[in-house]
């Protein structure tokens, strides 16, 4: 942990070039020259919570819809001519509306197109990600977006997000109920960033040393503007956003690292080399 702070330390940022080297080296010694993508589709933009943040947010006043089964089925063929073969599917997080029942049913209509399902849901019980893992789900990704407790209190206004341990600890549920991979991270922006960074990485070091089966993946999105008016507290330019990702490889060489598609093309070509493994 204290090798960690040091990678992440302000003084690190003077040896990025030494410390890409080594990221890159360790990617291909465990991952080969591979990228994975998987494409997002979104099932469901219903929301219950009131994430002072989000465009979901349940008092933001947008259209909101919910795929039916016909539906999901006609964006997966059309997804799957593409040749893609990675999927993850995404609701917001409104039980009521987008029950297990309906996860199971999308989850199982998407395993026929695809080779690898993946949600982005609301935390669940370890017997409801068992019951996903059954109808084809392998992996699952979860933002606990702030491991700062008092942040977390005052972005999350209401809803089940409030609770922060019930989040925290869906990722571990999910290795428990069988996922082959689970993807965490926090959103840069809402608290000190090198402080989340850090406790990000503890969070993945403990899923690792704990759940040997399973794959333990880390993303690092960055704060976009959505519905609302929030403005984040910090904001995180490249060359810090190069040095975590770093940092995180040299911690973490079995990891996975995604880049989202929030990066604009340019910055995620540059970067690909340096850790990325989706």
Wanted: glycine share 6%; net charge negative; proline share 5%.
């Amino acid at each position: 942990a204290t090798d960690l702070l040091n990678l992440l330390s302000p003084r690190a940022a003077g040896f990025l070039e030494p410390m890409a080297r080594k990221a890159h080296q360790l990617t291909v010694q465990y991952f080969g020259r591979t990228i994975q993508l998987f494409i997002p589709l979104y099932i469901s933009n219903h929301c219950a919570n009131q994430c002072a943040y989000c465009g979901f947010n349940h008092e933001n006043d947008i259209y909101r819809r919910k795929l039916t089964l016909v539906e999901i089925e006609e964006e997966a063929a059309a997804i799957a001519r593409t040749g893609m073969q990675h999927v993850l599917f995404l609701t917001g997080e409104a039980p009521h509306l987008t029950p297990m029942d309906y996860l199971v049913e999308a989850a199982a209509c998407l395993k026929r197109h695809f080779a690898s399902v993946a949600i982005e849901v609301y935390p669940l019980e370890v017997a409801e990600y068992r019951q996903l893992q059954q109808a084809g789900v392998d992996g699952m990704t979860l933002f606990q977006e702030t491991y700062n407790q008092e942040v977390y209190k005052r972005v999350h206004r209401a809803g089940r997000k409030r609770d922060y341990h019930w989040r925290l600890n869906a990722p571990e549920r999910a290795a428990q109920g069988g996922m082959r991979t689970v993807n965490l991270g926090p959103l840069l922006g809402l608290a000190e960033p090198r402080s989340e960074i850090f406790f990000t990485a503890l969070h993945a070091r403990y899923l690792e040393n704990n759940y040997l089966e399973t794959e333990v993946a880390v993303s690092l999105p960055r704060f976009n503007e959505a519905e609302g008016d929030f403005q984040p507290d910090y904001l995180v330019d490249d060359k810090t956003f190069v040095q975590f990702m770093t940092a995180l490889r040299l911690f973490l060489p079995r990891a996975g690292l995604t880049i989202s598609t929030r990066e604009n093309a340019e910055f995620r070509d540059r970067i690909l080399p340096l850790g990325a493994t989706r």
